[in-house]
């Protein structure tokens, strides 16, 4: 038997916490949950996740059943918020870094059907789509459509890796909220791009991407070229920035945290983001310096459209002057910055996490962000459209 463990369990699980809250997840659930494993003695990271998954197995189960049955009484809201529950516990055992590749593929898999029923029963609901790309497999990509018969205007939501295309969730609501339609894809490596159609992360996979996304939104009569953009959290502003470098068709560019995975520091970094498993698997067997070289931050990396960046002031991996890299290099006079200067509150003491200066206060900035895209795409003011 292993020796004992003495890590704060709270510590350890703060950054799947945050990312929980942003989603929507039940905050007494959450508490719920840690407490019963708090009080578990437990002797290995191993039990700690054999725990947690149980915990909130039980938790899903419990909320889609209250899901099913507000569905068969024809009660279309209540569906959607106990649905947006059962899927934000298949969340929480997705973002548990499981070893175990196959049990990871699975967990993933549930998520994105509790997101279907989601999905579904939003008001217009959001719609399961492929990007067809060239000599390559599809992107899977959700599309959430605002009121009204367009065309409208459109941002490509970019998430990076060990996120999906589910997770951006409250990001693209507040969007459709606005009169913005939001394009969601699974970015290769990620969601059912990868388990599904083996689209692993590479730079060509990307670029394959950022074209596929500008012609799906040309070819759709429902929404506009001309106001299309590309937005991004963590990996996926980094993506989103280098879409706008590379393809003229993105009329704007936001980047909330990004990240261009060469640009931090090594020692920062957890050790299953640079290799094993599920780090293979993402990257199609890349060794680590392989695959940050090509992947990582190029000099031709400049953007001329308008940008707001959405940074922290205790980020330690893209740290804020790395990510002011990208706000000076580009030269559209139009360019926005928002430095959060809070420490974020689900940090160890030891670490502060990459996203979490900024995302555990996506609730006002997501919707400031949105206002700002509104505002370029001439639907400022309009509130729910």
């Known amino acids: 038997m292993s020796p004992q463990v003495s890590w704060s369990i709270r510590s ?47 938790l899903a189960r419990a909320w889609s059943e209250r899901s099913q049955e507000a569905i068969r009484l024809g009660h279309r809201l209540t569906a959607q918020n106990l649905s947006l529950q059962a899927a934000a516990c298949r969340l929480a055992q997705f973002l548990i870094n499981t070893g175990d590749v196959s049990h990871k593929r699975n967990v993933y898999l549930q998520y994105c ?20 790309l060239e000599r390559r497999a599809p992107l899977a990509a959700v599309l959430h459509l605002p009121r009204g018969t367009g065309p409208h205007p459109c941002v490509a939501i970019m998430s990076g890796l060990g996120s999906c295309k589910e997770e951006m969730h409250t990001l693209a609501r507040v969007m459709a909220e606005r009169g913005l339609s939001a394009l969601v894809p699974d970015m290769p490596g990620c969601g059912e791009s990868l388990f599904r159609s ?6 060509a996979h990307l670029s394959s991407a950022f074209r596929g996304l500008a012609d799906f939104v040309e070819r759709r009569p429902d929404l506009d070229p001309v106001r299309l953009g590309a937005a991004g959290l963590c990996m996926g502003g980094g993506y989103a920035y280098r879409a706008c470098s590379e393809d003229s068709r993105y009329h704007f560019c936001v980047g909330l945290f990004p990240l261009f995975v060469d640009r931090v520091n090594d020692t920062v970094t957890p050790q299953w983001m640079k290799s094993g498993e599920w780090f293979d698997l993402q990257t199609g067997g890349k060794g680590s310096a392989e695959f940050l070289a090509d992947v990582g931050w190029r000099d031709d990396d400049r953007i001329a459209c308008p940008f707001f960046l959405v940074h922290g002031k205790h980020d330690n991996w893209m740290t804020l ?8 290099r ?8 928002l430095v959060v200067d809070e420490e974020p509150a689900y940090s160890s003491g030891q670490a502060v996490t990459h996203t979490m200066p900024v995302g555990e206060q996506l609730s006002w900035i997501g919707p400031v962000v949105a206002d700002w895209i509104a505002g370029l795409a001439g639907i400022a003011g309009q509130g729910s459209a």
Not at 32 to 55: F, G, H, K
Not at 198 to 203: E, P, S, V
Not at 330 to 337: E, G, Q, T
Request: net charge negative; aromatic share 6%; charged share 25%.
């Open 12 to 58: 350890l699980l703060g950054p799947v916490v945050a990312r929980l809250l942003i989603y929507g997840a039940s905050p007494f659930d959450l508490e719920r949950v840690l407490r019963r494993i708090a009080e578990m003695p437990l002797r290995s990271v191993r039990q700690l996740e054999t725990r947690w998954l149980d915990e909130w197995e039980a």
């Open 113 to 132: 059907e509790a997101y279907r029923v989601v999905a579904s029963h939003l008001d217009p609901p959001a719609v399961a789509v492929e990007i067809p």
């Open 198 to 203: 083996n689209l692993t992360c590479d730079a």
């Open 321 to 328: 002057d790395r990510a002011m890299m990208l706000y000076q």
């Open 330 to 337: 580009a030269s559209s006079p139009d360019r926005k910055l």
